[in-house]
C-alpha cells in the first residue's frame, strides 16, 4: 500500500483557541496496519469482515486515547495517529512508542471473530509537520502535512510482524525508557540514503542519574535548603521544602549534591530516602514503592525470598513481631504491582508507618524528584507522612522537586526555593569546565554562552551535541532542549502563547504596542498576558521599558513555530513600532522649538546662531538613543561655555569674533567637583566636543577671571591668532573608566546642573559620587604667554579654533581583564 507524502485536507471543526490557525510543529506519526489483510478479507465473509474490523479499530483507537494520541485518518485497515499535534509535554514519543507496544499486547490478548490472530505492524516517526490547530481532533483528515508521515508508513512497511520500528529521531528520544534494538536500513526511495531501523523491545527502567558535572553558582540555594532541613532536625519540627525550577534548571543536580553534602547534623546522621518520578508510569504509587526499596535495600529483580527476608530485616527494630508479620505480606504486594488498588494501598500505609518508625529512632529526609509526573495518589501520601511527623513532633523533612507550572498542595508550612538561571560568570564557567571535560575548545564558551539561557541543563545538551558532531557555527538547538522548551510553550493558554510567538519575531527589547501591532490587537490588549509571562518566569522585565526572554532557546521555539508568512506578516507589522523616529525629524522639532538664552559669555542673545546650534544638539541627542540634552545657563561650566561659544563663531562671523574673544580668554582653574553633578556629565560635553572638525584657530589676548562669567568683548577684526587649548588632568582616583563611557554621555547630559559659586572653606563634594576631574584653560606653545603645560597621564586634550570647532583625543583607561575569564563572560 502506498501513502502519500502530505495529506489533503477534508474537514475543519472549531476554530482554535488563539489567532494563528497552523503551526510548524515536531510531532511523532504512528502508522499501524494489519499483516496479510488483503488474504483474510478474501477468505472471511463480509459481514465477519466487518465484525474483524471493528474489534480491531476499538481496540487501537482505545489505546491511542489512552496514550493522548489523536487519531488523524483510517485508510482501510491501516490507522494514522499524532501525538503532539496540539499539545507537546516533551515525551511525545515515549507515549507514541509505548501505545505501538501497548497495541500488539492487546490484540494478543483480545478474542477476533473465529479464533483468528491479527498481527500488526507498527512504525513511528518523528519529524516536523504543518499543522492545522482547528482539525487536530479525532477523526480530523489533513491535520498534519510534512515528509515525516511518509517515513513513518513505509518504517511501518519494513517492521517484523507484531514489531514497533522506530526512526533515528524517535530512537533518540527514547533513549533510556525504551529498550531497542538497531536493524539493518531500510532503502530510501529516489537518491535517498538508506534509512536506520530500530525495533522498540519494551520499556525499562532509567538507570540513575550519575550527577558528576560540576554544579556553580548555586551557594544561595544550598545555604537555604540546608538551614530548613537543619532546623526540622534540631527542632524536631517536620519542614516541608520544595525546589522549583524549569527542565534543564538543575533541580536534580542540587539535589544529588544535598544527599552527599549534609549527612550529618550536630554529629547525628542523617538517613535518606530518594525516590524519582519516571513519565506515565504503569504503576500510580511506583515511587512509594521506590521509597520502600530505598529503606530496606532491596534491587529490582531481586527474589521472593530475598525481598521477604530483607523486608524482615528492616522491620525488626521497628515493629513488634505481631505487626511485622502483618506488615510483610502487604510491603510485598506493593513492591509486586503498586497500581493503586486496595491491597497496594494498604502497602502504602504499612510503608507510611515504617518511615514514622525510623524517624522516630534518627532523622530521616524523605525527598521526591519530579513529583509534578506523579499521581495524586503519591502527593497524598507524602502529606499523611509530614502530618503525621509534624503531629508526632518527629525529626523528619520531606523535599519535593517539581516545574512551576504544577499546581502543588504543600502544607502552609513549606518553604519554596526557586532554582533560577545562573549569572553569565557562572554559566561561564560551567561551560568551560563542561568543554573541557569533553575535549572540545575552550574558545567556544563565546559561542555557546548566549544561547544557553543560564540553564545548565541546556549548556549540558549543547556540549554533547558538538561532541556528536553539531556545527559550532550555527549550533542547532538540541532535540531534547526543543522539547522541553515546546512544552513549556504548549503549556500556556491561547492568548499568552499568541503574545509570546509574536513576541518572538521581534527583534530587539519586546514592547507591548510592537505586539498589539503585529497582532492586529487594540493597543494596551497584550499588557495582561505579557505580565503572566513575567509572573510564568518565561518572560523578564526590562529595567528601560520592556521585556526580553528569559531562555534564549524559548524564543527560537516560539518563532519557528510559526509559519513563514506569517512570520513575516508579524514583523512587518511591528516595523514601525520597533524602529524610533529619525534624526531629522527631531531636529526638525528642534529648530521649530522657541528661542532659549544665547551662549554662555554674552550680555544678549543670539536667535539666529542659537537655532542652528539647537538643531544640532538635536541631532546629537537623536544619535545618543533619544536621551535629551539640556543646555545650562550662564553659571554653566567652562566646558559649556567653549562649547557653545564655539558653535556661534562658528556659524555666524560677527557673533563668532565674540565668542572666539570669549574662549580665548585666559581663565581660572575651576574645579568641576564644586558643580555636584555625576561624573559622567564630564563625558556628554567631550562626545558633543568630539563630533566637530578641528579646523579654525582662536585669538591670542588672554586674561585671568574669575569664577563668574564676564561681559563678552565687542566683536573684533584681528587676524586669527593661535590655537587655544582646553585640558582636563583627571589622577587615577577621580572617574572610573566604567563611569566615563562615551555610550553614557547622553543619558548623563540631561541631568546636568548649573554651578554654584565658589566659597572659601566650602565642600562641593558629592557624599556618594567620586571625586571629579578639573577643567583646565591652559595656552598653547605658539603665542600664548606662559609656559606650556604637558597633560599628565589620563588627560583628554580639546583643541578649539576660531570657528569654534574642536577634536577630542582620549587616552583610553587601562582595563585589565580577569585572567582566565572569557571577554563575554
Not at 546522621?269 to 518520578?277: F, G, I, N, S
Request: glycine share 8%; aromatic share 4%.
Amino acid at each position: 500500500m502506498r501513502y502519500p507524502m502530505t495529506t489533503i485536507v477534508t474537514q475543519r471543526t472549531t476554530a482554535p483557541h488563539w489567532p494563528v490557525p497552523e503551526e510548524r510543529r515536531t510531532v511523532t506519526v504512528l502508522f499501524a496496519d494489519i499483516v496479510g489483510s488483503t488474504a483474510l478479507v478474501d477468505r472471511l465473509d463480509p459481514e465477519d469482515v466487518r465484525a474483524l474490523q471493528r474489534a480491531y479499530f476499538d481496540t487501537v483507537a482505545g489505546v491511542l486515547h489512552r496514550w493522548q494520541g489523536v487519531v488523524e485518518k483510517y485508510v482501510g485497515d491501516a490507522v494514522m495517529a499524532l501525538f503532539g499535534a496540539r499539545h507537546s509535554d516533551g515525551f511525545d514519543a515515549y507515549r507514541a512508542v509505548r501505545a505501538g507496544l501497548e497495541i500488539q499486547a492487546a490484540l494478543d490478548r483480545r478474542p477476533m471473530v473465529g479464533d483468528i490472530a491479527l498481527r500488526v505492524r507498527v512504525g513511528v516517526a518523528t519529524g516536523e509537520v504543518v499543522v492545522d490547530l482547528a482539525s487536530a481532533v479525532n477523526g480530523g483528515h489533513g491535520v498534519a502535512s510534512g515528509a515525516v508521515i511518509t517515513t513513518a508508513a513505509r518504517l511501518q512497511e519494513y517492521a517484523p510482524p507484531g514489531a514497533v520500528a522506530l526512526c533515528a529521531a524517535t530512537a533518540r528520544a527514547t533513549a533510556g525508557l525504551i529498550a531497542q534494538r538497531q536493524l539493518a536500513p531500510v532503502p530510501g526511495t529516489g537518491r535517498v540514503p538508506p534509512v536506520p531501523i530500530w525495533h522498540a523491545v519494551g520499556p525499562v527502567r532509567p538507570s540513575a542519574d550519575p550527577h558528576d558535572g560540576p554544579l556553580i553558582g548555586r551557594r544561595r540555594e544550598l545555604a537555604t535548603v540546608r538551614d530548613q532541613l537543619s532546623r526540622a532536625v534540631r527542632e524536631h519540627n517536620p519542614r516541608w521544602v520544595s525546589l522549583v525550577g524549569p527542565t534543564g534548571s538543575g533541580r536534580s543536580r542540587l539535589l544529588h549534591e544535598l544527599t552527599s553534602s549534609l549527612t550529618t547534623v550536630d554529629g547525628v546522621a542523617v538517613r535518606w530516602c530518594v525516590a524519582t518520578c519516571q513519565p506515565y508510569p504503569d504503576q500510580v504509587l511506583a515511587p512509594v514503592a521506590d521509597l520502600l526499596r530505598v529503606l530496606t535495600g532491596i534491587r529490582h529483580g531481586d527474589g521472593p525470598a530475598v525481598v521477604r527476608d530483607r523486608l524482615t530485616a528492616t522491620l525488626a527494630p521497628l515493629l513488634p513481631p505481631s505487626r511485622v508479620a502483618a506488615a510483610v505480606p502487604a510491603l510485598e504486594r506493593l513492591l509486586a504491582t503498586p497500581d493503586g488498588s486496595a491491597a497496594a494501598l494498604a502497602g502504602a500505609a504499612a510503608c507510611r508507618d515504617a518511615l514514622l518508625r525510623l524517624a522516630a529512632r534518627r532523622p530521616l529526609i524523605v525527598a521526591v524528584d519530579d513529583l509534578d509526573r506523579a499521581a495524586s495518589a503519591v502527593s497524598r501520601f507524602l502529606h499523611a507522612l509530614f502530618t503525621a511527623a509534624t503531629a508526632r513532633g518527629l525529626p523528619l523533612a520531606v523535599v519535593t522537586l517539581h516545574q512551576p507550572h504544577w499546581a502543588d498542595t504543600r502544607p502552609g508550612a513549606a518553604r519554596r526555593v526557586a532554582v533560577r538561571p545562573l549569572a553569565t560568570v557562572q554559566s561561564g564557567r560551567l561551560l568551560r569546565l563542561l568543554l573541557t571535560r569533553a575535549g572540545q575548545p575552550v574558545a567556544l564558551v563565546d559561542r555557546l554562552l548566549p544561547v544557553v539561557g543560564g540553564r545548565p541543563g541546556h549548556a549540558a545538551a549543547y556540549v554533547r551535541s558538538i561532541v556528536d558532531g553539531a556545527d559550532p557555527a550555527t549550533l542547532p538547538l538540541p532535540d531534547e532542549v526543543r522539547r522541553a522548551v515546546g512544552a513549556e510553550l504548549d503549556r500556556l493558554d491561547g492568548e499568552r502563547r499568541a503574545v509570546l510567538m509574536a513576541a518572538a519575531t521581534l527583534g530587539g527589547v519586546i514592547t507591548g504596542a510592537a505586539v498589539d501591532r503585529a497582532l492586529g490587537w487594540t493597543p494596551g490588549r497584550s499588557a495582561p498576558a505579557l505580565r503572566g509571562l513575567v509572573a510564568a518566569g518565561l518572560l523578564l522585565p526590562r529595567r528601560a521599558g520592556g521585556y526580553a526572554f528569559a531562555a534564549p532557546a524559548l524564543r527560537r521555539v516560539a518563532a519557528e513555530r510559526l509559519p513563514r508568512a506569517l512570520r513575516a506578516a508579524f514583523a512587518h507589522r511591528a516595523a514601525n513600532v520597533a524602529h524610533p523616529a529619525p534624526p531629522d525629524a527631531v531636529a526638525q522639532d528642534a529648530r521649530s522649538a522657541p528661542d532659549r538664552p544665547a551662549a554662555v559669555g554674552a550680555d544678549k542673545a543670539v536667535p539666529a546662531t542659537h537655532r542652528a546650534d539647537t538643531a544640532v544638539s538635536a541631532a546629537q541627542r537623536t544619535e545618543a538613543r533619544g536621551s535629551t540634552v539640556r543646555r545650562t545657563d550662564a553659571s554653566g561650566s567652562v566646558a559649556h561655555r567653549a562649547e557653545v561659544a564655539g558653535s556661534v563663531a562658528h556659524r555666524t562671523p560677527a557673533a563668532g569674533s565674540a565668542a572666539r574673544a570669549q574662549v580665548s580668554a585666559r581663565a581660572e582653574v575651576v574645579p568641576l567637583n564644586s558643580a555636584r553633578s555625576r561624573a559622567h556629565r564630564l563625558d556628554a560635553v567631550f562626545a558633543a566636543l568630539a563630533a566637530w572638525p578641528a579646523t579654525s584657530t582662536a585669538p591670542a589676548g588672554s586674561r585671568r577671571h574669575s569664577g563668574t562669567p564676564a561681559a563678552a568683548p565687542p566683536p573684533r577684526t584681528d587676524p586669527p591668532a593661535p590655537v587655544r587649548r582646553l585640558r582636563t588632568a583627571a589622577s587615577a582616583d577621580d572617574v572610573s573608566p566604567a563611569r566615563s563611557s562615551p555610550a553614557l554621555a547622553p543619558a548623563l547630559a540631561t541631568s546636568a546642573a548649573p554651578m554654584p559659586p565658589a566659597t572659601a572653606g566650602s565642600d562641593r563634594r558629592s557624599s556618594v559620587d567620586p571625586p571629579l576631574a578639573s577643567v583646565r584653560a591652559a595656552p598653547a606653545a605658539r603665542g600664548s604667554s606662559g609656559p606650556r603645560r604637558t597633560p599628565p597621564p589620563g588627560a583628554l586634550t580639546v583643541v578649539h579654533g576660531a570657528t569654534g570647532a574642536a577634536r577630542a583625543v582620549p587616552r583610553p583607561p587601562l582595563i585589565h581583564p580577569l585572567d582566565g575569564l572569557a571577554a563575554s563572560a
